[in-house]
């Protein structure tokens, strides 16, 4: 099997158990049951991936997580107590890996699973349920989280995942477990060839061709952090580089009139002004987030209001569809 579909198989496994349609029905009646009955599923496609190949060898040491943040905290707490013995490393990058967190920042994590949880069925199910109610420990920080966990296993270090994970990524995280130094294996690898720009463009579009405003904040900031990592995935089709999010707007902007980056401009000022919604859900004890509990919580999540609705009513969906599309044509002619 190749690496890139049995990670798709394997983070929904970790979200909530489910890795087809008929799991969810399942999750209704008991959301454990699906961990279960998947879990021979999982170990049978990881024990039939690729093997690596080895590559040049590159250290990084990663130094630890230093945040005043109650939830932060908690997140960190239980991955220290309850995963401790099934990963090499988890590391916290983003804003808050940067310690420039903003109301508007979410939990941006990744967890490097051992190998050996593979090895028992029992031990799969007990992680995988573990890592799942960590994700409603992201919801208790910021109840707009939009993605759970970054997912690297212990093996992928001899052939390092750049077009998942670019190691520049690494250079700016922080750990959860105190000092690091973790050694990875990774030959060069091109974002030329890489679709990813394509994807986010096509995914854009079509959020903001029928002209509809995003109905809660939720749909609005996956809206807006879609749209804030175009400039991310220009730069790397363009240079063939893995690069930090933070540096690509200046790079980016460079390629672009005043008036084409004018949505971008508007969409990061939101980002700066952006107050988190009020939220009432501490979680405590974690639980699971089924696809049930997570609707309930994007639908409670608010109705848009002060300026983020303003630019909206003035024509930002379009702003934003047309950069987006000179983007990508820009991409396929530098």
Not at 19 to 30: H, T, V
Request: aromatic share 10%; glycine share 4%.
């Amino acid at each position: 099997m190749e690496m890139h579909a049995f990670r798709t198989m394997l983070v929904r496994y970790l979200t909530d158990g489910c890795i087809s349609s008929g799991d969810k029905l399942l999750s209704y009646a008991n959301n454990q049951i699906p961990f279960y009955k998947n879990a021979g599923a999982i170990i049978t496609a990881f024990n039939s991936l690729n093997k690596p190949l080895y590559s040049q060898s590159e250290s990084f040491h990663i130094d630890p997580l230093i945040s005043h943040n109650s939830e932060v905290k908690r997140i960190t707490e239980y991955v220290q107590s309850e995963l401790h013995d099934n990963l090499v490393a988890a590391l916290i990058h983003g804003s808050i890996g940067t310690n420039e967190e903003i109301e508007y920042s979410d939990f941006d994590g990744l967890l490097i699973l051992k190998n050996d949880t593979f090895k028992d069925k029992n031990k799969l199910i007990q992680t995988a349920i573990k890592i799942s109610r960590s994700f409603s420990l992201m919801f208790a920080y910021d109840n707009l989280q939009h993605h759970s966990w970054f997912i690297i296993l212990e093996h992928e270090l001899t052939e390092f995942p750049d077009y998942y994970f670019p190691r520049e990524l690494l250079k700016h995280s922080k750990s959860l477990y105190g000092n690091l130094n973790l050694e990875i294996n990774a030959s060069h690898y091109n974002f030329k060839s890489s679709r990813s720009l394509e994807n986010l463009v096509n995914s854009i579009v079509k959020k903001t061709s029928t002209g509809r405003i995003p109905a809660n904040n939720y749909e609005v900031k996956n809206l807006l952090s879609e749209f804030m990592l175009l400039p991310t995935l220009f730069i790397q089709k363009i240079t063939g580089e893995g690069i930090f999010k933070k540096f690509s707007f200046e790079k980016a902007a460079s390629h672009f009139s005043d008036e084409e980056w004018l949505p971008m401009r508007t969409v990061s000022q939101l980002r700066l002004n952006w107050t988190r919604p009020t939220n009432n859900l501490p979680f405590s004890p974690p639980v699971i987030v089924t696809s049930q509990l997570k609707s309930k919580l994007i639908k409670s999540s608010g109705s848009l209001s002060g300026d983020t609705l303003q630019a909206f009513q003035k024509g930002l969906l379009q702003q934003m569809n047309l950069l987006a599309q000179t983007m990508l044509k820009k991409s396929n002619e530098l």
